[in-house]
């Protein structure tokens, strides 16, 4: 209780001091200021323009106090996609891998129990329209996998949710099994293949896809204002969200995704992958969209339970943006810093940014003190409240109970209704104590509160019936 106190009065004080300033006059004014609006304990960021990195540079700190960095190594969650497209667009020049044909035929061992598996190709695979679904298939038994090949072992008894081809889904399982493919294609551990055919070449000498090579700093939590660090849920992340890298080594993967620097496929390989499916805008591990400023970019983000990250490219201006957090919480800052960013190099003025992630996580604090302040009443109130019904009928007795029990119901529920919110992907309880934490606390204490008022009115209310008769 102490801590949720100060936490609500630190974001109080945050939303009600003044915050006029002047305009940033270069990049670094505006992410100093962007740093200090959203309250993120830090983050790194790289533009770059042509062959050049224009600017990179770390803000904050980690866990242990030390200064974030160009060179602070951060898990970039879903923008590993991009990567693993690349890599199997290496492959697919050199001739092993067939972008068109099923991916049965080119994968020992993946099969399912729905038969349309055998027409998925390596393409519907990049393009996100497997059918592959979170709801069609078991992503928590997928998560205790082993590696890339008990992972797609698992696969076997699971089902698509539409027809390969045509229907647009996002589901990580699409680029886990995308990247099991570059390890039966190339005779290495996908690992092993980022490193030599992406990362090496590319000059990424701070990038892996494995925490045992390259420790990623710790990530963060927002709870009620105030930043807790805290280990990544455990889980599988692979091609679809394993990458651990830099804000100066996106600067080189960003110039290659311009067309410029060393190149690791051809024009048109890089066109395919930045081009939208015939279903869907989403790319290869980009998804072309059109920018506030009314210019057209190719975007991905990402997100962990402790990391977020979103990079983009501008084909007009040969631009490439990255912004890299420690940090998730309900409100994602990255993808507003992002268009700021993006403005302030093209000579706009930005958008302000933050002031969300408080506000929202505000709102929730006041009504968790409110629900104990309730409840504690609610409790001592409710021998009175007893006596004074002990006579009335049961049904109209009951129907009091039934706003008290909504908050229980509804805690009971929420990992479903989570799942419906984000478009049926799965939603654990685990999860939910990460980034939702402010929202999950605040719903348990809301139930807890409504609980023990039902629970001690129902107590004193037999009572009272029992001494009446």
């Known amino acids: 209780m102490k801590a949720t106190l100060i936490g609500v009065a630190a974001l109080t004080a945050t939303l009600l001091a003044p915050t006029a300033h002047a305009a940033p006059t270069s990049i670094d004014d505006y992410l100093t200021r962007a740093l200090h609006d959203t309250g993120m304990p830090g983050l790194s ?18 866990s242990e106090g030390a200064p974030i960095t160009a060179d602070t190594p951060m898990r970039i969650a879903s ?6 497209a690349m890599a199997v667009m290496t492959l697919v020049e050199d001739g092993r891998i067939a972008l068109d044909e099923p991916v049965a035929d080119q994968l020992p061992g993946f099969t399912m129990a729905d038969p349309r598996y055998a027409a998925v190709t390596v393409r519907h695979l990049l393009n996100q329209t497997s059918g592959f679904s979170d709801t069609t298939i078991d992503v928590n038994a997928l998560d205790s996998a082993t590696d890339l090949a008990d992972y797609t072992a698992e696969l076997s008894t699971d089902a698509l949710a539409a027809d390969p081809g045509t229907h647009y889904e996002y589901c990580n399982v699409n680029y886990d099994l995308a990247a099991r493919l570059v390890e039966v294609a190339s005779g290495r551990t996908f690992g092993e293949y980022l490193r030599q055919e992406v990362f090496g070449p590319l000059g990424m000498a701070r990038s892996t896809v494995s925490p045992d090579e390259i420790r990623p700093a710790d990530g963060y939590n927002s709870v009620f204002g105030s930043w807790w660090s805290r280990p990544e849920l455990p889980g599988f992340l692979s091609g679809g969200g394993g990458v651990i890298t830099t804000a100066a080594d996106m600067g080189k993967w960003l110039i290659s995704q311009t067309g410029h620097g060393t190149q690791l496929v051809s024009p048109d390989g890089l066109r395919t992958m930045h081009t939208s499916s015939t279903v869907h805008e989403y790319g290869m591990g980009w998804i072309p969209e059109t920018g506030p400023d009314g210019v057209d970019r190719l975007v991905h983000p990402g997100n ?24 998730a919480s309900l409100q ?25 992630r408080q506000a929202s996580e505000l709102v929730l604090g006041l009504i968790a003190l409110a629900a104990c302040g309730l409840g504690v009443l609610g409790v001592r109130r409710s021998p009175t409240w007893a006596r004074r019904r ?23 529920a929420y990992p479903d209704l989570v799942e ?31 609980t023990a008022t039902a629970t001690a009115r129902l107590l004193h209310l037999h009572r009272s019936r029992t001494t009446v008769h």
């Open 79 to 84: 923008l590993s996609k991009s990567f693993t």
């Open 45 to 62: 960021v790289v533009v770059t323009e042509g062959d050049r990195v224009v600017h990179a540079a770390g803000y904050g700190e980690d």
């Open 304 to 327: 962990l339970f402790t990391y977020t990250a979103v990079q983009a490219v501008v084909p007009a201006t040969g631009q490439g943006f990255a912004v890299l957090a420690n940090s």
């Open 332 to 356: 994602d800052d990255t993808y507003d810093i992002l268009n700021g960013l993006i403005a302030v190099s093209q000579g706009r003025d930005p958008d302000p940014v933050g002031g969300g």
């Open 390 to 412: 002990a006579g009335s009928p049961a049904w109209r007795v009951a129907l009091r109970f039934v706003p008290l029990l909504v908050p229980a119901a509804v805690l009971a």
């Open 420 to 450: 419906i919110l984000v478009n049926g992907r799965t939603v654990t309880w685990a999860q939910l104590t990460y980034f939702a934490v402010p929202l999950t606390i605040t719903l348990a204490v809301t139930a807890l509160a409504g």
